[in-house]
């Protein structure tokens, strides 16, 4: 039976790969270990949605979408989202009506990188720190 000798150096580079690769997760996911916020990333996708106002003043000429615009009255569509008259109200979170080259309907901008969530997270470090474990063995059985 072969032995294995504790290679105190070993140990080390491989804590230095787990940890190194922890930060390139956090990175990846857009989380700055220290700084995450839950209320920042519970609100993230949250947009004010305009809120019909009467006015007594009635617009002969409703505007069209598209066009700069206070309140939803003012617009032929009766929304007013972003400063923009916009197709519907934009109800869902994430939409935005005065998007580049597509004021006037409401849209979802162009989606960032996909970043994990809690569980997707938890799984990818898991991941990680089952190859560097992985890896400190065959490194002991080489040596032995």
Avoid: H
């Amino acid at each position: 039976m072969a032995r294995v000798r504790d290679n105190g150096r070993g140990i080390a580079v491989a804590a230095l790969i787990v940890i190194a690769n922890f930060v390139i997760v956090l990175q990846i996911t857009g989380i700055s270990y220290g700084r995450f916020q839950w209320a920042d990333f519970l609100t993230a996708y949250n947009t004010p949605t305009a809120t019909p106002t009467m006015t007594p003043t009635v617009t002969p000429t409703p505007l069209p979408n598209g066009a700069g615009c206070s309140t939803g009255p003012r617009c032929a569509s009766g929304f007013c989202v972003d400063g923009v008259c916009c197709d519907t109200a934009c109800e869902q979170p994430g939409q935005f009506c005065d998007l580049l080259g597509m004021k006037g309907t409401c849209a979802f901008p162009a989606a960032p990188a996909p970043a994990l969530n809690g569980g997707g997270l938890a799984a990818a470090v898991a991941l990680l720190i089952a190859i560097g474990a992985l890896t400190l063995l065959r490194r002991r059985r080489s040596q032995s």
